[in-house]
C-alpha cells in the first residue's frame, strides 16, 4: 500500500508499505480522509507535539475512514462501519487515568505520532479508539473531529456561562473552531481577532461562515473593552501576553495555542491577582470524541467549511516545510496518491 513516510526530520518519502494486520485488539482502517495542521509541522521538524515521533514513522492524526477487517477480540466494530478515529491511546493503568485525567497519561501513544498514522491507504488502530459516524456526517466532516474534540475539551475547562463574552485571539483554523464552539455552548457574543482587518472577503468569512459577532485588529495593544472570556489560538508570546491584558476582572484566559517547548512570556502578577484571573492550559481531548460528533451530526458546528485546500501527497512535503501555507488542510488519501 501506499504510505508517506517521515523517514527523517525534514523530509517524507511516498513507500511502498505492507498493508497492516490487525492485532487482536484493533481494527483495520481503509482511510478516506486525513486532516493535517501544525502539529505535523512541529513533528516533520523534530519538534514534539503531544509526544515525540521518531522515524521511521507515518504521520496522519486526523483521521476518518472505513472498518475492513477487525481482531479477534473486537466486540464493538463490524467491517463497513464508518468511523473516526481518536489518536491518543491510554494506559488505563497509571495515576492520572486512575483519577479521570487521561489527558495527563503518564504512558500516553497516538496514532500518527508515536505509532503510524493516516498518511496511509490503511491504519490499524485499537478498537477504544475508534468512533462510529452516523450517516450525515461525511468522511471529510469526520477527519476534523480530532481538532474540535481538542477545542471541545478546551472549552469543557472554562465555566460557561450565557452572559459572558469571549474574545478569540487568532483567526486561523482553531480559532475559527473557537468561535463556533462557544457559540454553541452558549456564549452570547464573540470576536475575534485578525492581522487582516483591511481584507473585506475575509472579515466577511469570519462574520458569516464563523459567526463571529465581531471582527477587531489582532495588532492592537488596547481592546475597546475587557472579556470574561479570552482563548489564545497563536501560541506566540506576544499573543499570549496580549491575551492576560485583554481579561476583565474574573475572567478566565485558556491558553490553546502551542508555543515553542523554550518559549516564555511575561505577565504581571499583580494583574492576575487584582482581577482575580484564571489562567488555563489545554491538553488534547480526554474523551471528547462522542461530544464533537454529536455537535457535526446536530449541524450545529461544520468544520468541513473552514478546509481551505485538498493536497496531494506529492505535496506533503511543501506543506509541512511551510511553502504551502493555507488555513487547513485535508487529503484525500484515495486521490492523494
Ligand atoms: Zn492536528
Ligand atoms: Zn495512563
Redesign the pocket.
Known amino acids: 500500500m501506499n504510505a508517506l513516510v517521515l523517514d527523517k526530520m525534514n523530509h517524507l518519502e511516498l513507500e511502498n508499505l505492507e498493508k497492516p494486520t490487525p492485532k487482536n485488539n484493533e481494527v483495520l482502517i481503509k482511510v478516506a480522509y486525513v486532516g493535517v495542521c501544525g502539529t505535523d509541522k512541529a513533528l516533520y521538524q523534530g519538534l514534539p507535539g503531544s509526544a515525540d515521533a521518531v522515524p521511521p514513522i507515518v504521520l496522519g492524526h486526523e483521521d476518518s475512514g472505513t472498518v475492513v477487517e477487525i481482531g479477534e477480540s473486537v466486540t464493538n466494530f463490524e467491517v463497513g462501519d464508518r468511523v473516526a478515529i481518536d489518536p491518543n491511546i ?9 483519577t479521570n485525567r ?1 489527558e ?5 501513544s497516538a496514532v500518527g505520532v508515536t505509532r503510524n498514522g493516516g498518511l496511509e491507504e490503511y491504519v490499524a488502530v485499537p478498537e477504544e479508539v475508534a468512533y462510529k459516524l452516523p450517516d450525515n456526517v461525511s468522511f471529510k466532516q469526520a477527519a476534523l473531529t480530532e481538532p474540535l474534540s481538542c477545542v471541545v475539551h478546551g472549552v469543557d475547562l472554562l465555566a460557561i456561562k450565557p452572559f459572558q463574552e469571549a474574545i478569540v485571539l487568532g483567526d486561523g483554523f482553531t480559532g475559527q473552531l473557537f468561535v463556533k464552539t462557544l457559540k454553541a455552548y452558549g456564549v452570547s457574543k464573540v470576536t475575534i481577532s485578525t492581522r487582516h482587518l483591511d481584507d473585506e472577503k475575509h472579515v466577511d468569512f469570519l462574520k458569516k461562515v464563523v459567526g463571529a459577532d465581531e471582527v477587531v485588529d489582532a495588532r492592537s495593544n488596547d481592546f475597546d473593552k475587557d472579556y470574561d472570556v479570552v482563548v489564545e489560538a497563536v501560541g506566540s508570546a506576544d499573543v499570549q501576553e496580549q491575551a492576560v491584558k485583554a481579561a476583565a476582572h474574573g475572567g478566565q484566559v485558556l491558553m490553546f495555542g502551542v508555543g515553542k517547548p523554550e518559549q516564555k512570556f511575561s505577565v504581571s502578577s499583580y494583574e492576575i491577582f487584582q482581577k482575580q484571573l484564571t489562567v488555563q492550559g489545554s491538553f488534547i481531548n480526554p474523551y471528547t470524541f462522542k461530544a464533537a460528533i454529536a455537535m457535526i451530526a446536530a449541524g450545529k458546528i461544520d468544520p468541513s467549511e473552514l478546509v481551505s485546500m485538498e493536497l496531494k501527497a506529492a505535496k506533503m512535503n511543501d506543506y509541512l516545510s511551510g511553502k504551502i501555507r493555507t488555513n487547513k488542510a485535508v487529503l484525500n488519501i484515495e486521490a492523494a496518491f
Not at 491510554?90 to 486512575?98: A, L, V
Not at 495527563?104 to 500516553?108: I, K
Open positions: 491510554y494506559c488505563h493503568k497509571c495515576d492520572f487515568c486512575r487521561p495527563l497519561c503518564t504512558n500516553l
